[in-house]
Every structure is written in C-alpha cells, then in structure tokens.
C-alpha cells in the first residue's frame, strides 16, 4: 500500500446530477453506489459478473481529442466507480418515470408486452435507449445485437426485440413476414377456420399509438465534463479507500511512472476481467491503476501494411474500426480482419464489448480468449512501452502460452497492437464452439492461417493455435511445420488430425471436462477450416446470409408493465435500508455427506462490523422441520447445505467474514450423488408409485417386436433474475416478525419461519408484492430460508436483508430433478404400440422437499398424448447427496416425456416409419379413460395436432429437409412434431382452494386482494380484468397492491398453472357478493354511476368489503387402486420445430416453431400467449444448453452466467408462430385455461427436430461399427452430445480413456 496522504475527489454525473464522492472506495462498484448510496433501484442486481444486463446503465464520455461525446452500455456491476470520473451515467431513472414521463422505449417495452415478471426490464430499456442515442434509426439487426447481453427468463425475448424494432425505419409489425398484410387479414380471408381456430396476431400498435422518438429530447452532456476534459493541467488522481489505493495518471509517462513503482497492480481499464477474479477468485489488490482518457492509448491507424490499435480502444471500438477498414480495403487484405469481426460479433454482449479493452483482452492471455488465436495466425505484433523504452514483440504461441522471456517485463504496457493486413494467397479464420452460440466463452476455439505458394496449393505457412484445451492458448507448432511444402489435400488433412492429436492432448479428468468432445472439436475445427480454404481455392460460395428473427406481438399490457420498463417496481432488495439492519452472508457446506467435528467462528466474529454469527444452536424452535433443515446440526448431507450464516453491517463484511468461518469435517460414507448409486444402497425418499392397465407381460408375447432402453434427462436451474431475497424485520412487541419476499408460497414461509421461531403462526406477516421470476423455485425454498434468516434476525434483534448471490442460489436452492427412465415397449410392425413398461427414477437430493410429489406428477402424466392398453408405469424418488431438488415449470412432465418420445422415435426407426406417423397412430383418438381411469375428451388434441402438420406444411418441408440432406454432408436439417396432453392442477383438492378479499371504498377505488402471487405471469392483470368484469367498472378503478398473510390467510402455492383458475373464482365470487348486496340501491337508481350507488350503499349500511371463496376442484387419486379423477382438466397442444446441425462443431440453429396450443377461452391472450412463448424458450434452454455439472464429489460447478447458458435472444426461432386453439372448459373461470407451464414441454419439438438431424448423419455411416442402430439420446443435446452422436472419421480418430484408470471433471447425475 502506498504512503498516500488523503483522496481526491471523484466527480460524475448520475442522471443530470452532478455527483461529488469525498473518499471513493475502489472496491465499490457502480451498482452497488446506484443502489445503496443513491437509492437509485432500478439498475437490478441479478449476477454481479457482467453475465446477464439485469444492471445495464449508459456511460457517456467526451474525448478532448477527437471532441466526440460516446455513449456506451456497460454493466454496472463490474464498473468500480473510481473508474467514472467524468464520466456521466444514465441509469433508467434518469430516461423516463411513470412520475414524470415515461420515455418512447419504456413506453414501447411496456405497450409490446416484452415484461413479465420486470426484473430484466430495466437493462432491456437501458440496452435499446443506449443504442437509439448512437443511432436513432436502428436496423433490426442492430436491435437485436443491443439486446445480446440481456438474459430474460421469463418472455422467450420476441416481444421485446419486437419493441426495439418500432424504432427502426421499417418495423415488422407482424409475424408473418409478408409485405403489406398483417396475418389477422390472411386470417379472416381463410374462411371455414376462423370460428374453429383463434390465431394470435402479433401485430404491433399502430406507430401513432405510441410517442414519437424525439433525439433533440436527450439531456445534454454536462458541460462541466467537458471543461474538466479540456483541462491541460489535469493531473494524477489519488482515491483512498478501506483497504485499496487507486491511482489514475493524467499522462502516459506518470503511467508509466506508476507502472515502474507498482508491477504488481493491475492496470484498470475495462475490469471485466480483473473485476470478476477479485470477486470470484477472490483476489487481494492493494493498489489499482487506471489511467484517464490518454491519446495514446486511442490511436488507429490503418495506413501502410496493417492497422495499429491502441490498446485503450475497446472491442466495440475495435469492432467499427475493422468494419470500416473491412469496406475499404480488398478483400484478400482483410482476411485477419474479417475473423476477427466475426468473432467480435458473438464475443460478450455489447456491454462487456463496450468496457474490455483490446490490451487487456491480449495482456490477459486468457485460455478461452477469442481474438489472440486469431491474432496469433495473423501474425500481430505487440508494441510495449515503458519507463525504459519501446520494443515491438509477436503475438504468437510463445507469449500466449506465457513463457516469460516472450511477455510483458514488469513495467511495461502495452501501448498498442499491429494487425498485419493479409495477402492474395492467405486464408485466415475463427473459429469457436460454445455451450450457446452467442454470448458464451468458447468450449474450444482456434485461430488458423495458411499462406500457400502462389497460385498453388502448396503450403508456405501455416499457423494453427487452439484455446480451450490447456491452461494457455497453445500453438500446434510442431504440426504446422511439418506440414510446409504440403499440398492443401485430404491426405494434408490426415496427417495434420494426427499430427495435432499427438502434438496437444488433454489429459482425461481435465478441468472443464467434455475431453473426448474437445478433442473432437480440436480436428473438427481443423476440418472446417480446411473446406473453406478448399472452397476458396476452387471459388465455392459459403454460407448463405441468416435472416433475420422473426418476431410476434399482441395487444394486452400487463398490469405493472410501466413500472417495470422504468424501474419503479420495487423488488424486494429495493426497499429503502431499514433502521439497524443487518446483510446476512451464508457459510456452506463443502462436503457431501459429513460429520461436522468444530465450527470455530472466533477469526469472523473478530472482523470489522461483524455483528454474529447464527448456528443451529440459535434455532428456537424446531430446526428441521418436514425433513427440511434450517441449519446443519452435527452432520451435512450436501455440498451447499447452510451449516451457519454471519450477520454484519454490510454485505462485503458479511461476506468477508463467512469465507474466516472454518468448519471441519469428516467424511461419512455413503457419498450417494447419482441415481445409479442410489439404486445400488436402495436410498429412496418416498415409496414407489406405480399405475398399471391392461396385462402387459401379456401382451409382450403377442407383438412383432420388443426394444427396451433408457433415457437420461439432466436437471435445470430455475435462474430466475431475481435471486432469493428476504427482509425479515423483528418487532420488540409479542415476538412478531416481519418478512418481505419474493414466494410462490407465503402461507408456507409463515409456517416455516413460526415453527423455526416457536411462534404461533398469527406472529409471522409475510408479504409478497412481486417476485423476479419463480417458475417453481419459489414455493418451498423461501420457506427454509426465510426460516434462516428470522432466526438472524431474532438472534441480533435486528432487521435481517438476505439476498442470494447467483453463485449461492443455484448452490442452495437445486432445480429441476434430473430423470432417468428405463422402457420396454412391444409394437406390430406397422408401428402400432401394444405394450410398454416404464420404470421412472427421479434424483430428489438431500431431503424431501417436493420429490415425492413430483414423482406422482410423472408417473400420472407418463402416457402424455398416447393410448397404449397395455401400460404399466413406476416411479421412485431418489435421496442422493446433492441439493434438494424441488419444483420447476411442468413439474416432471417435461423430463418424463421427453422418454415418452424418445421411444416413440425408437420405434419409428425399428419400422422405417416418420417419428410423426407412429405418433399419430397411438394418439388418443376418441373419449377414452387415462392409464389412471380418469375420463377426458381429446378432441382439441387431434385439432391442435391437425392444424400443426397443415398450418406448418408439415410434410412438405419434411421433404425439403430430406433432399437438403441428401445434398449437404456436414450440415443436417430436422423437423420434427410433437403432442401433448398436460395436465393441470393436483389430485389434492384442498390444494385447490382459494381465497380473496375485496374493499370498495367510499370514493368507488376498489382495493383487490386474493392469495395467489404476482410472479410475472399476470396473474394480477387477469384478476383486475375479473374483478372489472363482475363489478362493471374499468380496471382503472381497481388497485392491487400485494400478496400477504396478513389479508388471506392459508393461501395455497400458486403454481401448476392454476393461479386463474382459483383464484379468479375467488375473485368472482367476492365480487359477485358484493353486487349482490349492491343490487337494491342500482334497482332504485339503474342509470346511477358506479360512484353514486356506493355513497349510497354506505348510507344504508351496507357492508362495501367482502370476501370470497373457492372451495377448490374435486380431485382425487387412489394409489392403492392405482385409479382417481386426478386433475380438473387438461390442455393439449402440438409444436412442430425445425432445425439445422453442424455435423462438425455440434452447434444447432432452430429455424422455425409453430405451437398450436389449446387455450380454450383466453382471458388474456396477450399474458397467455407471453407464458407459452416463455415456456417454449425455456423448454428449449432445458433440452438444448443448459447443462449443470457436479463433480463426483457432489459439487456443482456450474453456479454463474459463465458456466450456465440459458437461451438469449439470439436463440429465439427465426420463425416462431404461437396459435390459441379454442375450445370449452366448463369447469374453469370463463372457459379458460390454465397456460403457464404447458408450453415447456413443447420445447421438446427442438430436441426431437435435433434427434431427427442427427439421425440424418449417421445414416450416412450406416451399417458402421461405430454406429448400432438405435440412437442413444439424452437430454440436453448440447453441442458436445450432437457432436459425438454425429459420428464420422474424426469421432473415430479421438482416443477413448479407459473410465477406470481416471476421476472425471464433471458426472452425470440422472
Ligand atoms: C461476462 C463476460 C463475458 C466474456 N465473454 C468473452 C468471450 O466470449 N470471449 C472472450 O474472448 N472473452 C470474453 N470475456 C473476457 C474479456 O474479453 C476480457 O475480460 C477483456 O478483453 C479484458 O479487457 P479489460 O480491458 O476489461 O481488462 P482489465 O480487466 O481491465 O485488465 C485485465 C488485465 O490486463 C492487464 N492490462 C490491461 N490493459 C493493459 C495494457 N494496456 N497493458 C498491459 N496490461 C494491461 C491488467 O493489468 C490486468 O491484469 C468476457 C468477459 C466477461 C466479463
Ligand atoms: S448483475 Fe451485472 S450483468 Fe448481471
Ligand atoms: S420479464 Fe425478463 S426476466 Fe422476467
């Protein structure tokens, strides 16, 4: 640490105001000034690692050098604010209020019904306002790339990239992209359908509907910055903090001064990777420098033989340099360039692009760095600066692999960076394989360049360098120069694979794991590689240009829709700092199943702040209640069971002092952590269930053919936005508490926290007014943790805020169980089922939490949309030592299912039938009893599925995909289609009840209140639109403010699709209560307005509040008789889905979904068709990239947006058309129909479409020893699954580690 005496002052501007900071603290991040010290909580906290845009805010900065004024998205999460001075910053209360005015792009977010549960709103407006600031007439393209950098969970994106495009020149304003007519018009014109079919238009409000975007509107640059800018005495700044000294020189030769002083700080320029090694690997810096705008840093010139870049410019910057350099030179000069832009384009979002810089993207030398391979073929030079002098060094394998006579010495910059332009006969690409095609770090990626002797195929140069696959960037060097003098053929190409697989290997338990599929991509690339230069050389044309995203829109606002576009719903963390209150920070388990010898917390409770430190011994009451623990007593059955939390006055010392708290361990056997482990110890968490119809061993002996397998079906992280948060605030009188959280299930988290305290229940108040996202993870979990933190909150005697950390919920809190089903099904040889027999095993983790119910789900549901006589379904939840799983969206179905149709397709290809036509023949067909004996009518069923094959041309693209296949032997097409039956509700039926509370008061405002919880599904709006109905007043007239105990109590969960449904009869019926009592004061007054008959209904006393009931549907199930009308209802639905694979990298592209989905009688089809699109997209992460990893050691390891992908907007299909079918459901509010949940399963289509491209390529190795007949899928397909199923003469090349002789980095758990 420097001696420094005092701290500059550091100077911005948040939203117009000027900021003046006495003693910055370097360790502060921007987020956490907006939201703490400024109360500004709108720019949300979601994953504190610049991964998901939840906290986007713009920067605008003046350059004294060029006299430009840029405006820029970053993530204020990674910004230190001593990086800001003179800065501005735009937060999203500084673009509109609903106070105020709401700006053109809230406004549209709002009106286009891009929010849902409004946690990602805020950095959505942010992202599309920053970008209509640099160009006020976007293209569509430009929108899209904006909004990269956002994660939504909850909207499938489309009708938020949709409100983007209202600000381009031409907007789509509908999906079907035809000129000139809106579907709705098409719609009407297809007489015969209409009446039976509900098609949604996604057309967009008319442009004049909405305000105009007006530029000269913006507030202007402070001028203030600008002189500060201009300033020619500008001089060293100096920020004093707690613990840390930044330093910011004014010139380059103070830098460099610094530089010589201080080797071992870091040099601060865009801190994306600095920022998340302090608060991930929890590095220590004393001193930060960071240097002010410095000219030389900013310099391009692309004069001469390359282009030099400074190192201060960032890859945005970088980015629009090469574009321009790319349309002014010829093209055999831009080689370099152009992969460069290539990968520029899926590096990051556009927030990290905007803050990384180019030197501290290439000093970094990360393993998985995008550009320095490229660099590195292109043959770059890095020009170095230091107090000693200048000197130019390559960038090439020696520096990136870090041998230290080829680095950086101390004291040195980089100062800029020379990017050799290409030749005539040099070819230079990227190339990269992610989890997720955009905005995800590279499995594998290369950088390859071959200069061959003019005129000739004959090797002069080549450079081959690979990330991904070793600590460091490696170069396949020896290769590369074997291979000189070669001719570009395909015994070139051989020798190469060889040569590379010799020269680079991975270890077989290497960190990161996937090693055969790395080692696969590492030739597969190569190969890629090798066809384009083939094509060039023979003038062969590449891919064809991708078109657009499609979007759809619809015409209903949700409820809150302005208060999430401008950031004025509160969340939970949002409510102001209550007196005295304390952060909870949590201390872990790390490992699986141990005793627990000592806790010694003596280290922790002797730092700064901290105030105590909470172990089960501070439990009052029960601390394991259900199974459920609070704490962990004497042993832990997972890694990441809370075994004590630390209570201290800021987060950052909570946090510190958790990470002192040593716990010692010892081991206990068994360490159960897969199902198959399970099986072996018979480690269940509830009896088997089983449902059983027809005789089928029977029926075994009387069918042409008999196939068994088994299908694995991994687990999913719920990631909602908005991690779980509690603000629990004791009151000193009667042993009351306080909680506010977001839940799906108050009633609950009021038990939980009571029996925790030793409370009567009436102590507890929980309030809910919204949560960020659910989808299931909140319903049982807040219950334990809000248990958790009243306990801290009892044992301090003060307010308690607990807010998960990304990394902390998806250790904690688990997800969706992972499945593994086993099938045995008999079938004639026309493909007609006969008889199957399923054994389901479902991985519930430590404790019970709701396996038990979730494995019921998935045997009731198993049959799906098929009628087999012969069927006979078991299910066993199994206890493991992993984190209790717990309800997700679809509850077991979309994993059941998921077997469902992969036996279907098994069957298919055993009878050279289409997947879709042994569908269609064992579907439901007429009035029929379930496996369970419940009776149900699928009509809308064959209607959705016949509306699906015509409306999607099912057949005929079908065709066209096989002839594409037919031609194209690196890239397959697949379409598939899929039904669905799903079920809604519970067999329980008192989980049906429901309640509401209705005031009107004297001035006719009515206060709405009913026990179902506002998760981003609408379910408010729905209420406000029933409550209006009923009353016959406008929604305008009705409030709805939260969900709470302390108004309904013993509200049941709202989940399973259910929360219209009874609620809303709830509603109806408090409301029709209401007109009943007002019927004799509008008799005598029926043309009296709604105002005056209540003035008068007070004078006469007539009671203006009521409540009303639901008592629930009827269901019921038997298990002993394995029969019981078991659900109110059911939805069905049909999705066709079309993909393209590369056969090579393992990458997917899905064109098109068409959903056909039976809504009955939508109450909203705008909510409605918002939860379907949701779902599907969600489905689709599920199936596809979403791939958590435990360790064998029952660790997960994938707790972040780095190593979780859920889909972005670049997943969405480029083609999506949603259809509500309708069709009666008497036994539902309205005839409606409960959508939140069915459309996940729907996803399915994409992997089905992906099995089915699959299959297309390793038809073409038919009869191969490498590949039996029958496809072994799983879920997801990752890149790496379709990769090795694509099996051809590289797959066959990798070499395979015997399984005994290493430990896997990563395990399978289902
Ligand atoms: C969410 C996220 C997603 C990402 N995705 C990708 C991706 O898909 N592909 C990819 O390749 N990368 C990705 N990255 C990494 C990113 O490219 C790098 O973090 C970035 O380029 C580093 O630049 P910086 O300016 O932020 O460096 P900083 O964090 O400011 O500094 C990094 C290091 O470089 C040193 N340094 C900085 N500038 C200089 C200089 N001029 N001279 C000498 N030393 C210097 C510093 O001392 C420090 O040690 C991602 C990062 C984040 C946070
Ligand atoms: S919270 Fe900053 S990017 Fe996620
Ligand atoms: S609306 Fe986007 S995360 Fe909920």
């Not at 050389?537 to 576009?565: E, I, N, R, T």
């Not at 050691?1193 to 509500?1220: A, C, M, W």
Request: glycine share 8%.
């Amino acid at each position: 640490m420097p001696s420094l005496s005092g701290s500059d002052e550091l100077i911005f501007f948040v939203n117009g105001k000027k900021v003046v900071v006495k003693k910055p603290d370097p360790e502060v991040t921007l987020l956490f000034y907006l939201r703490r010290e400024l109360h500004l909580t709108g720019t949300k906290f979601a994953c504190g690692e610049g991964g998901c845009g939840a906290c986007t805010v713009m920067v605008s900065r003046y350059s004294a050098s060029s006299k430009q004024i840029r405006h820029y998205p970053v993530t204020a999460c990674l910004v230190p604010i001593c990086s800001l001075h003179g800065a501005a910053v735009t937060t999203v209360e500084g673009v509109g209020s609903i106070r105020t005015r709401v700006h053109p792009v809230q406004e549209r977010l709002a009106k286009c019904h891009g929010t849902q549960c409004g946690f990602c709103s805020p950095g959505m407006v942010m992202s599309i306002y920053t970008l209509l600031r640099n160009h006020p007439d976007p293209t569509p393209e430009q929108v899209t790339e904006a909004l990269g950098g956002n994660l939504c969970r909850c909207t499938g994106y489309r009708p938020i990239v949709e409100s983007g495009k209202t600000f381009c020149a031409n907007p789509t304003v509908c999906q079907v992209k035809r000129p000139g007519r809106c579907c709705l018009e098409q719609e009407e014109e297809e007489a015969g359908s209409v009446h039976t079919r509900e098609k949604m238009c996604t057309k967009l409000y008319d442009k004049d509907e909405f305000q105009p975007l007006d530029p000269s509107q913006e507030p202007i640059f402070p001028p203030e910055l600008i002189r500060m800018a201009e300033d020619p005495n500008k001089r060293r700044l100096t920020f004093q903090g707690e613990r840390t000294t930044w330093l910011a020189p004014a010139t380059l030769p103070d830098l460099l001064e610094l530089r010589a002083e201080f080797p071992q700080a870091p040099l601060i320029m865009g801190n994306t990777t600095v920022g998340p090694d302090i608060k991930f690997k929890g590095e220590f810096h004393p001193v930060f420098v960071s240097p002010l705008e410095l000219p030389e840093l900013c310099v391009l010139n692309s004069e001469g033989d390359g282009v030099t870049v400074g190192s201060g410019h960032s890859l945005a910057q970088l980015s629009d340099a090469l574009q321009s350099i790319v349309s002014q030179q010829p093209s055999e000069r831009t080689e370099t360039c152009r992969a460069l832009l290539n990968h520029l384009r899926t590096l990051a979002g556009v927030q990290i692009r905007s803050m990384a810089t180019l030197g501290g993207h290439v000093a970094t030398r990360a393993t998985v760095s995008d550009l320095n391979p490229i660099l590195a073929a292109g043959k770059t030079t890095i020009h170095l600066v230091s107090k000693e002098g200048e000197r130019q060094i390559p960038l090439d394998g020696a520096f990136l692999e870090g041998s230290p006579r080829a680095g950086l010495r101390p004291g040195e910059i980089v100062l800029s960076v020379f990017i050799p332009y290409s030749s005539q006969w040099q070819f230079v690409s990227g190339l990269r394989q992610a989890q997720r095609q955009e905005n995800a770090m590279a499995i594998v990626n290369a950088g390859m360049s071959v200069r061959l002797e003019d005129g000739s195929s004959t090797i002069r140069d080549l450079q081959v360098f690979y990330g991904g696959i070793g600590p460091t960037v490696l170069s396949a060097s020896r290769t590369c120069g074997q291979l000189v003098g070669r001719q570009w053929d395909d015994q070139m190409l051989g020798e190469a694979c060889r040569g590379i697989l010799d020269e680079l290997r991975l270890p077989p338990g290497a960190k990161g794991g996937q090693v055969e599929f790395r080692h696969t991509l590492m030739l597969s690339l190569l190969f890629k590689f090798y066809l384009r230069v083939q094509r060039a050389l023979s003038k062969l044309c590449v891919d064809p240009h991708q078109p657009p995203q499609d979007p759809v829109g619809h015409p209903v606002m949700h409820q809150a829709g302005l208060k999430h576009a401008t950031g004025e719903a509160a969340f939970v963390d949002d409510l102001p700092l209550v007196s005295q209150e304390l952060f909870l920070a949590v201390v872990t388990s790390t490992r699986a199943h141990a005793k627990i010898i000592s806790i010694d917390t003596g280290e922790a409770l002797a730092l700064p702040g901290v105030v105590a430190v909470i172990t089960a011994e501070d439990v009052p009451g029960e601390n394991n209640h259900q199974g459920e623990i609070f704490y962990a007593q004497r042993e832990v059955v997972c890694v990441g069971q809370i075994v004590c939390t630390v209570a201290a006055d800021t987060y950052a010392h909570a946090r510190e002092a958790a990470q002192k708290v040593k716990v010692e361990y010892e081991d206990i056997e068994p360490r159960i952590i897969t199902i198959e482990q399970a099986l072996e110890h018979s480690s269940f968490l509830s009896p088997e269930r089983k449902i059983e119809q027809g005789n089928v061993e029977q029926a075994f002996k009387h069918v042409d053919q008999v196939i068994e397998g088994e299908v694995h079906v991994e687990g999913q992280e719920h990631f909602y936005m908005e991690t779980q948060t509690i603000l629990a605030v004791p009151r000193a009188e009667d042993k009351e508490m306080v909680l506010h959280l977001g839940t799906q299930f108050p009633t609950h988290v009021q038990e939980f926290v009571a029996t925790a305290l030793n409370v009567p229940r009436n102590r507890i108040a929980c309030h809910m007014r919204r949560a960020g996202g659910a989808f299931g993870g909140k319903v049982t979990k807040p219950a334990l943790l809000g248990a958790v933190a009243a306990v801290a909150a009892k044992k301090t005697g003060r307010p308690i805020r607990f807010v998960l950390e990304r990394g902390d919920d998806m250790l904690i809190t688990a997800g969706r169980h992972p499945l593994l089903g086993r099938y045995k099904v008999g079938f004639m040889k026309s493909g007609l089922i006969k008889a199957v027999d399923l054994e389901f095993y479902i991985n519930g983790g430590c404790t019970p939490d709701e396996s038990q119910l979730v494995i019921e789900y998935v045997v009731l549901k198993s049959e799906n949309a098929y009628y087999i006589p012969n069927f006979r379904c078991r299910g066993r939840a199994c206890k493991t030592n992993l984190p209790s799983n717990t309800a997700f969206r679809g509850f077991g179905f979309p994993q059941a299912t998921v077997v469902v149709e992969a036996y279907m397709t098994a069957v298919a290809s055993h009878c050279d039938l289409l997947p879709e036509e042994v569908r269609e023949m064992n579907m439901y067909k007429r009035p029929s009893q379930t496996a369970y004996r419940q009776r149900f009518d699928p009509e809308p069923l064959r209607r959705c599925w016949k509306d699906c094959l015509e409306h999607s041309s099912f057949h005929a693209r079908k065709r066209a995909a096989e002839d594409f296949n037919r031609q194209s032997r690196w890239k397959k097409r697949g379409l598939a289609m899929i039904p669905m039956k799903y079920t809604i509700g519970v067999p329980v039926a008192y989980y049906h009840q429901a309640a509401a509370l209705v005031h009107i008061y004297l001035d006719g405002s009515v206060l709405l209140t009913h026990g179902g919880c506002e998760l981003g599904q609408g379910l408010h709006t729905k209420m406000m639109q029933v409550a209006s109905r009923e009353l016959g007043i406008p929604t305008s007239y009705i409030h709805l403010s939260e969900t709470s105990t302390v108004t309904v109590p013993n509200a049941v969960f709202t989940a399973g699709s259910m929360g219209t449904d009874i609620n809303g009869k709830a509603v109806q019926n408090a409301c029709q209560t209401l007109m009943a009592r007002l019927q004799p004061v509008i008799r005598r007054n029926p043309k009296g307005k709604w105002e005056e008959w209540i003035k008068k209904a007070f004078e006469e006393s007539i009671s203006l509040s009521a409540t009303g009931y639901f008592r629930g549907f009827q269901t019921n199930m038997d298990w002993d008789k394995e029969r019981g009308d078991a659900f109110p209802y059911y939805v069905y639905g049909a999705a066709c889905a079309e993909v393209d694979v590369d056969c090579l990298s393992g990458a997917h592209k899905l064109l098109r979904a068409d959903i056909f989905m039976d809504a009955a009688f939508s109450i909203n089809p705008a909510v409605d068709i918002g939860q379907i699109e949701g779902a599907f997209v969600q489905g689709m992460g599920l199936y596809t990239t979403e791939e958590l990893k435990y360790s064998p050691k029952g660790k997960l390891r994938s707790q972040g947006t780095n190593d979780y992908k859920i889909p972005t907007v670049t997943e969405i299909p480029e083609e999506f058309h949603v259809t509500l079918v309708h069709s009666r459901n008497p036994v539902a509010i309205y005839s409606s129909k409960g959508l939140g949940e069915a459309g996940m399963f729907l996803g399915s289509s994409v992997i089905s479409a992906i099995w089915d491209a699959v299959a297309a390529a390793r038809k073409e190795r038919k009869g191969a020893e490498s590949v039996p007949e029958t496809l072994a899928v799983r879920s997801p397909a990752t890149p790496e699954w379709i990769r090795m199923a694509c099996v051809d003469q590289f797959t066959d090349m990798i070499p395979r580690d015997d399984p005994s002789t290493f430990t896997p980095w990563s395990i399978c758990v289902s």
